[in-house]
Each structure stands twice: as structure tokens, then as C-alpha cells.
């Protein structure tokens, strides 16, 4: 098939582009400049030079594609004002949704996140728990599939949904403190590391995705994508020092006062647009359950995440000491 990825320079969305090109895809990529993209145009990909906020390269973008896989999206970043993160979110997706289907394209996979859902009470939660966003990036990842759900359904396209869980593997540095910190046998561990913690290794959550772009049922529908298993965050622990050959020595710390100083952290560097060196956000990651079934994506999809924590953490470390992070 033509298909159009964006975010194709990021982490994941570069993952799928390469991916679905493996299946025999015919890949274009959404690139912010042609300097981010020179390296997928050197590769072979049609790239197109555009984002989501501008309706003429949508167009371009859009122009013969069958499926569009929506990966970009404005993470977390210091100092920007919610409308930014609105922009992006939300009412870009909008925007490309109605560009896909005055293209003629079948379909558009959105890739939300389980963080609309929020801390986990009663896990594992599936599609239908409730959706309690924390902070304004998963606040506008909700607003942004409520809005697609309305594109798509005034502009007669089929949508399906992706919220993925954490993604790791090679070429991300969102772990690069939790495996590399271990992996270096010196981690900061606040509470006592007994919430659930559940990552999706990204070869696995891009066949998932290709999944949400092919099989005909999926039209519609929202899928949870995530790795076949679920550890506590000290299990998971335990697993990197395993596979990285170290004794994990583990600094404990009460959750609080670090949570109260990220805050302050916050709110000294906001005005000023600077990164703060600890926030709220990265205390959670210490006290909120993630954990999830992903049944019906098995059973709708044929979805079956191939690689385990031990082989992916090790192609993950690997990739670091190569790269000379760790």
C-alpha cells in the first residue's frame, strides 16, 4: 500500500516507517524540514516537507495514500503553553484527518497513549476504564481522540486508535535513566517500587500498529497495544541488572519531598522557559500503576508482541553502549 507516516523523525515513527517499508510498503514521511529529513530521503522515502498545523502540506502529504498512520504528537517540554500542546494534539489531527479523506485515503490509525487513562486502580485495565488524564500532554492526547472520532465520522473515514504503553528499544532515551542507570549499578528509587509498570517493545507495537491499518474489523475501534508482560517496577529493576550482568545497587528515597521539590523546580523554571532538573511528572513514574490487557487487540487483531523484557532490554542496552550512552 501508499502509506504516510508522520513523525517519521522521532523514535517511534521512524521504527514504523522502516517497518512497514519492510512489509512492502510504499512509505512517505511528514517531516518538519528537509533537514530533519534528509536522513529518511538518503534511505529512499518520499518525504514531504510540512506539519500538522499547515492544511497545504497535509494535502501534499496526503496526496494517493491508502492508509495514514498519525505518529507525531508534542510530547512533554518545558515553559509551552497548553494551546501548543492543543495544536499539536488535538486540533492537528483534525486537520489531517480531512486531508486524508479529501486524498481518498481507507483509513487513519491515530496513536493516542494509555495515559489517557491515568493512574491504574484496578489493574490491568482495558480499553473501556476510565479515562482521567494527569497532565495537559494526555489531556490533549484525549481531546485529540474525541476529535478525531468527530473528523472522521463527518468526513465518512475510517479511524482506528492506538493508545500504546511505555515503548522502548533501541533509539530511545525516554528509559535511557531507568536501563543506564541500573545497567551503570547506581538507580534512584523512590517508594518502594511495588506499582506495575508496563513497556512495549517497538518492533512489536509497529506490527501492532500495521495491525490497526489492515485488518478490515478494526475500523472504529480503539486498541490497547503493549508488551506481552507486566512487572512491578522493582521486578523490572531486577530484570535490567540480570540482563546488563550488574548487582543493582538502589538508592531509596521517600516520594514526597522529592515530589514537592519537583514542583518548585517547576514553577522557578517556567516563567524563564527552562528545563526544570526534576519534575512532578518524572516522581510519578515512581507512584502510578501501569498495567494492561490487551485482549481485545489479541483477539481483534491477531496482535502478538514477540520479543520479551529480557531479549528487548538487551538489544536496548546494546544499542546504548554502541552509541556510547551508557
Given at each position: 500500500?501508499?502509506?504516510l507516516?508522520?513523525g517519521?523523525t522521532?523514535?517511534t515513527?521512524g521504527?514504523l516507517?522502516?517497518?512497514?517499508?519492510?512489509?512492502?510498503?510504499?512509505?512517505?514521511?511528514?517531516?518538519?524540514?528537509a533537514?530533519?529529513?534528509?536522513?529518511?530521503?538518503?534511505d529512499?522515502?518520499?518525504?514531504?516537507v510540512?506539519?500538522?498545523?499547515?492544511?497545504?502540506?497535509?494535502?501534499a502529504?496526503c496526496?494517493?495514500?491508502?492508509?495514514?498512520?498519525?505518529?507525531?504528537a508534542?510530547y512533554?517540554?518545558?515553559?509551552?503553553?497548553?494551546?501548543t500542546?492543543r495544536a499539536?494534539?488535538?486540533?492537528?489531527?483534525?486537520?489531517?484527518?480531512d486531508?486524508?479523506a479529501?486524498?481518498?485515503?481507507?483509513?487513519?490509525?491515530?496513536?493516542?497513549?494509555?495515559?489517557?487513562h491515568?493512574?491504574?486502580?484496578?489493574?490491568?485495565?482495558?480499553?473501556?476504564a476510565?479515562?482521567r488524564?494527569?497532565?495537559?500532554?494526555?489531556?490533549?492526547?484525549?481531546?485529540g481522540?474525541?476529535?478525531?472520532r468527530?473528523?472522521?465520522?463527518?468526513a465518512k473515514?475510517?479511524?482506528?486508535?492506538a493508545?500504546?504503553?511505555?515503548?522502548y528499544?533501541?533509539?530511545?532515551?525516554r528509559?535511557?535513566?531507568?536501563?543506564g542507570?541500573?545497567?551503570?549499578?547506581r538507580?534512584v528509587?523512590?517508594?518502594?517500587?511495588e506499582?506495575?509498570?508496563?513497556?512495549t517493545?517497538?518492533?512489536d507495537?509497529?506490527?501492532?500498529?500495521?495491525l490497526c491499518?489492515?485488518?478490515?474489523?478494526?475500523?472504529?475501534?480503539?486498541?490497547i497495544?503493549?508488551?506481552?508482560?507486566v512487572?512491578?517496577?522493582?521486578?523490572l529493576?531486577?530484570?535490567?541488572?540480570?540482563v546488563?550482568?550488574?548487582?543493582?545497587?538502589?538508592?531509596?528515597?521517600?516520594?514526597w519531598?522529592?515530589?514537592l521539590a519537583g514542583?518548585?523546580?517547576e514553577a522557578?523554571?517556567a516563567?524563564?522557559?527552562?528545563e526544570?532538573?526534576?519534575?512532578?511528572r518524572?516522581?510519578?513514574?515512581?507512584?502510578?500503576?501501569?498495567?494492561?490487557d490487551?485482549?481485545?487487540?489479541?483477539?481483534?487483531?491477531?496482535?502478538?508482541?514477540?520479543?520479551g523484557?529480557h531479549?528487548?532490554?538487551?538489544?536496548?542496552?546494546?544499542?546504548?553502549?554502541?552509541?556510547?550512552w551508557?
Amino acid at each position: 500500500m501508499n502509506v504516510l507516516v508522520t513523525g517519521a523523525t522521532g523514535f517511534t515513527g521512524g521504527h514504523l516507517a522502516r517497518r512497514l517499508r519492510h512489509h512492502g510498503d510504499a512509505v512517505t514521511a511528514l517531516v518538519r524540514s528537509a533537514e530533519k529529513g534528509a536522513a529518511l530521503a538518503a534511505d529512499g522515502f518520499r518525504v514531504v516537507v510540512g506539519d500538522l498545523s499547515s492544511p497545504a502540506s497535509l494535502a501534499a502529504a496526503c496526496a494517493g495514500m491508502d492508509v495514514v498512520y498519525n505518529i507525531a504528537a508534542l510530547y512533554r517540554a518545558a515553559g509551552l503553553p497548553d494551546a501548543t500542546y492543543r495544536a499539536a494534539n488535538a486540533s492537528g489531527v483534525t486537520l489531517l484527518i480531512d486531508a486524508a479523506a479529501a486524498a481518498g485515503a481507507r483509513r487513519v490509525v491515530h496513536c493516542s497513549t494509555v495515559g489517557v487513562h491515568g493512574d491504574i486502580e484496578h489493574p490491568p485495565a482495558n480499553e473501556d476504564a476510565p479515562l482521567r488524564p494527569g497532565d495537559i500532554y494526555q489531556v490533549t492526547k484525549l481531546e485529540g481522540e474525541h476529535m478525531a472520532r468527530e473528523a472522521a465520522a463527518t468526513a465518512k473515514i475510517e479511524l482506528v486508535i492506538a493508545r500504546p504503553t511505555g515503548i522502548y528499544g533501541p533509539g530511545d532515551r525516554r528509559l535511557l535513566k531507568l536501563f543506564g542507570g541500573v545497567a551503570r549499578g547506581r538507580f534512584v528509587l523512590l517508594g518502594d517500587g511495588e506499582i506495575f509498570y508496563h513497556l512495549t517493545y517497538v518492533d512489536d507495537l509497529c506490527d501492532g500498529f500495521r495491525l490497526c491499518g489492515t485488518v478490515p474489523g478494526a475500523a472504529g475501534r480503539t486498541y490497547i497495544l503493549a508488551g506481552g508482560e507486566v512487572t512491578t517496577l522493582r521486578e523490572l529493576i531486577a530484570i535490567t541488572a540480570s540482563v546488563a550482568g550488574v548487582r543493582p545497587r538502589l538508592l531509596r528515597l521517600p516520594v514526597w519531598p522529592v515530589w514537592l521539590a519537583g514542583a518548585a523546580c517547576e514553577a522557578l523554571c517556567a516563567p524563564f522557559g527552562i528545563e526544570p532538573p526534576l519534575y512532578r511528572r518524572r516522581v510519578d513514574f515512581f507512584t502510578k500503576s501501569r498495567a494492561f490487557d490487551i485482549t481485545r487487540a489479541k483477539t481483534e487483531l491477531g496482535f502478538a508482541p514477540a520479543v520479551g523484557l529480557h531479549d528487548g532490554i538487551g538489544r536496548t542496552l546494546e544499542w546504548y553502549r554502541a552509541h556510547g550512552w551508557i
